[in-house]
């Protein structure tokens, strides 16, 4: 694999640059903009198919020469990018076969980036083309320093339901299969009479009656993102041909629900990932950390790369808020602190044409003399200081279970509730493990999991054999368990696992399930304690009717369905533990007190006495401190020298209200 770290020396610092969007004069003007804020890493040539192959076969590479040239003479290295995510308007006319096809059947139209059909062969030999001219051209060019890649696959066209994309996913099912009988089988067809005689019988999931094979649905999912992954490895392999360096594309962890990320990680030299501030939320740093989290663990732990999030409001949002004084630091510090090497934004230059012409950049359409370039001068000060970070590792003793395709799976239509949402529940603990100021990684449930104190399991509703298998042996060694209801039901193919529910989970948990009883829309239900004292703590959603078989009722309903009957359970098995909450607990002081007990019975270490407006996170020898609240913080227990303030410390830091410290503590 090429090596990795990207840059030389320090945190890279920049953003996706578009200089063909504007005249030559202003690209002089950047790049003296550039060294004056410390930008030392630009992506160039996102979107540039069309301008250096303007018809086929014909290259004009003048452009993107001066541009790394001028890159280069200024200092700044480049993230060179294939621009295959969005091809020329030549193409779609002369490939018509290539256009991108809804579920409707519908041809949908030019004019947009991700209008193609990832399965086409005319799109798999043109990308294959255009890459190869590049890379042959520009391999050696001192101002590249890594490859990008494509542009966010499965953005726009995660799925396509054309004639070749249905011919492709018969060949994948072929390859997964062998035999129709063996499909058959996996999706249960018997029911409704829906047995495949051959392969080419089978359609895509296209707009059909409600209630279509799930077997057919997740396996169309995953046949997608196989497509993606082969059209991003024809074109690294396609540059690693002429060099060495690193190569990489884009995540949008954990926004773009189509793309099983942890499928995708071994493929690229470093994950690198979008992330965008979500304005509508109460509190979006929390959303933000488990972005940077989630993102890291699927880096396996390794520093990643933060490649695109922006200075202030995006355009795309029902209500795109700006960035109050100071936000776009303590994010940017935030996606550092979880492991990020790097700070790049969506855009460096704010475009005046396109749909994005009300996006923030790191030079504002209100030019230099703004609070927007002050604080982009600011934090390139900041990194600078920060360059000690690089290369570190964050540890975690908690792990939080996410699958991709328990997440699709759990959302097909007919479900016992509505209101049933893989993130809703993941979220719900998350937000409660932050508050408790815990770091977290992510896991899939197959992994390693020996590492960790604590794993929550909050919405694994598709669990194979094997991955429970791998729950319960983690419990019996001696690990804590922490799994909420409606999980372990399904195996791989969406079928309900033999005998009563949670399937998969009732040995290591301990009950049995006798039926479901999905609340009303804002009905609760009220949680007492039958063995420990504290409060009562309402849940939403759901209720069950929970039957002990090895565990021990913890908590009991007090009204609703299943009044009388175990809300939270406890199942001592090995030398660990198992527990199982049976309802959707009310984000405040019910789950975060059932979590405070569960964190303590596995003996996780954190602070205590700090309000739940700090982020605490340690990178390395480095504690970062964000306070995201309006009032200043003391933090006690903190030793060492301020990175960003020169301070020394000794026993207790004060982190200003909205401000950040970060303490070299070794």
């Not at 202003?26 to 160039?44: C, I, K, S």
């Not at 798999?124 to 590049?134: D, K, M, Q």
């Not at 933060?306 to 808020?321: D, F, I, K």
């Not at 993941?426 to 408790?436: G, I, K, M, N, S």
């Amino acid at each position: 694999m090429p090596g990795y770290p990207v840059l030389p020396e320090g945190l890279a610092y920049g953003g996706d640059y578009n200089p063909e969007q504007w005249p030559e004069d202003v690209w002089r003007e950047d790049v003296r903009l550039m060294r004056e804020a410390g930008v030392n890493l630009v992506t160039v040539g996102v979107f540039n198919w069309g301008l250096i192959e303007p018809e086929e076969g014909e290259y004009d590479f003048s452009r993107l020469d001066r541009i790394l040239d001028l890159l280069h003479s200024a200092g700044v290295y480049a993230d060179l990018a294939t621009p295959t995510s969005s091809p020329p308007t030549w193409f779609r006319r002369r490939y018509p076969g290539s256009r991108l096809v809804d579920r409707e059947g519908h041809v949908l139209g030019g004019g947009s980036r991700h209008s193609f059909c990832p399965s086409s062969p005319d799109y798999a030999a043109a990308s294959e083309r255009i890459v190869t001219a590049l890379a042959r051209r520009y391999a050696g060019h001192p101002a590249v320093a890594m490859w990008h890649v494509h542009n966010e696959y499965g953005w726009a066209n995660a799925h396509c339901y054309c004639p070749t994309s249905a011919e492709a996913f018969r060949a994948w099912l072929r390859d997964r299969y062998g035999d129709v009988g063996a499909l058959n089988a996996a999706w249960g067809t018997t029911f409704w009479g829906l047995t495949y005689g051959s392969f080419e019988e089978v359609e895509p999931p296209v707009a059909a009656p409600v209630g279509l094979l799930t077997g057919l649905k997740l396996d169309f999912m995953r046949f997608s993102v196989d497509a993606h992954i082969a059209c991003f490895r024809r074109e690294r392999d396609t540059i690693r041909r002429f060099g060495d360096l690193p190569v990489t594309t884009n995540f949008m962890i954990p926004n773009c629900k189509p793309m099983d990320y942890w499928r995708w990680a071994a493929e690229v030299d470093v994950v690198a990932n979008d992330h965008y501030l979500d304005s509508g939320r109460a509190d979006p740093h929390i959303e933000l950390a488990m972005a940077a989290d989630l993102t890291r663990s699927v880096a396996g732990g390794r520093p990643w790369m933060l490649m695109e999030h922006s200075t202030g409001a995006v355009n795309w949002q029902p209500r795109n808020l700006a960035k109050r004084p100071g936000e776009m630091r303590r994010n940017t510090l935030a996606h550092v602190a979880r492991g990020s090497d790097s700070a790049m934004f969506f855009q460096w230059r704010a475009s005046r044409h396109g749909a994005e012409k009300f996006h923030s950049a790191m030079v504002p359409h209100a030019g230099t003399d703004s609070q927007m370039w002050r604080e982009v001068l600011a934090l390139g000060a900041d990194l600078r200081e920060l360059a000690g970070v690089r290369g570190s590792r964050v540890t975690a003793e908690v792990a939080v279970v996410w699958d991709w395709e328990s997440y699709w799976a759990l959302e097909f239509e007919w479900r016992p509730s509505a209101d049933l949402r893989f993130r809703e529940r993941v979220e719900a603990y998350y937000e409660a493990l932050w508050r408790e100021h815990v770091t977290v990684d992510f896991v899939h449930p197959s992994a390693d999991l020996s590492p960790y104190r604590l794993v929550v399991a909050p919405s694994s509703y598709l669990l194979g054999e094997a991955p429970a298998k791998n729950l319960h042996r983690y419990v019996e060694a001696g690990g804590h368990l922490l799994v909420s209801y409606f999980s372990g039901i399904v195996d791989e193919n969406d079928t309900i696992h033999a005998g009563p529910y949670p399937g998969a989970l009732r040995e290591v948990l301990g009950v049995t399930v006798e039926e479901f009883h999905p609340l009303r829309e804002h009905e609760t239900v009220t949680v007492e304690p039958s063995e420990s004292a504290g409060p009562g703590a309402t849940g939403r959603i759901w209720s069950e009717r929970v039957r002990l078989a090895g565990a021990r009722a913890v908590h009991e309903f007090a009204d609703g369905p299943d009044a009388g009957h175990p809300a939270v359970t406890r199942h001592d098995l090995g030398a660990g533990a198992a527990w199982y909450v049976s309802t959707a607990l009310d984000a405040g002081s019910g789950l975060r007190g059932l979590l405070g007990r569960v964190l303590d019975g596995a003996g996780v270490s954190r602070p205590r006495g700090l309000p739940d407006t700090l982020e605490l996170v340690r990178r390395g020898d480095h504690l970062f401190l964000i306070n995201h609240g309006d009032a200043p913080v003391t933090v006690t227990g903190v030793t060492g020298t301020g990175v960003l303030d020169g301070a020394a410390y000794d026993g207790s830091a004060t982190v200003p209200a909205g401000g950040v410290v970060v303490v070299h503590t070794s």
